[in-house]
């Protein structure tokens, strides 16, 4: 019904394109501050390995999203938390094994993207870890945040993402002049770990309610 729509919909809409507008802002900025080949240099590499990593977990997420949404319509609480969980330990593996293999292989999976994009200048293989765990980052926080949809108080992601908003201006506007793109990448990283905290401070406290 409207009412509904009103409480959750809008507020959804309004957060998908915070979400949105943190990618445009990253190109915006480089494009201000820095030339047009950093600014193509970014865009690849960002969409290479955001969509990449976004692509690998995101059926996992979406696939667990009715099921704990009709756990909690089921007044079966405890047991949509406890699937939240579980998803959460796997995906947290998934993060460790990630920072392994970037720490380790990082040369390995740059060659890879310069088969793809020859271009690339050996300075950009310092972005692969930020962009990487960008994307880790938003994924994960598709669980954390959960609680707040199940709660039906969507207006808490608005000020979430809002801190991201802020991080990344932070990032972009002061640093990205002084540090080139890489700044760039982590003003991503960050703006994406505030609102993964953020939303997972939200979800241990409401969890420690009903638990």
């Known amino acids: 019904n409207i009412k509904k729509w009103l409480k959750f919909g809008i507020p959804v809409s309004i957060w ?86 970037v720490l380790f292989f990082n040369s390995i999976i740059f060659k890879g993207l310069i088969y793809i994009i020859p271009e690339l200048p050996s300075s950009s293989k310092d972005l692969i870890a930020p962009l990487i765990f960008t994307g880790i980052f938003w994924q994960l926080s598709f669980l954390t945040h959960k609680m707040i949809e199940l709660n039906e108080k969507t207006y808490i992601m608005i000020i979430f993402i809002l801190v991201s908003v802020v991080i990344n201006l932070i990032g972009n506007i002061y640093f990205l002049p002084l540090n080139g793109i890489i700044a760039t990448a982590y003003a991503s990283l960050f703006s994406s770990l505030s609102y993964c905290i953020l939303t997972s401070l939200y979800y241990i406290k409401e969890k420690s309610k009903i638990i």
């Open 16 to 101: 998908s394109s915070l979400g949105m507008l943190l990618h445009f802002l990253d190109r915006f900025f480089i494009d201000k501050f820095c030339d047009l080949f950093e600014l193509g240099v970014y865009s690849s590499i960002s969409e290479l390995l955001i969509r990449a990593f976004s692509f690998l977990i995101f059926p996992f997420t979406m696939a667990l999203h009715p099921r704990i949404t009709n756990l909690w319509n089921s007044k079966k609480k405890l047991e949509s938390i406890q699937l939240i969980d579980r998803s959460l330990v796997i995906l947290f593996i998934f993060l460790t094994l990630t920072l392994f293999v």
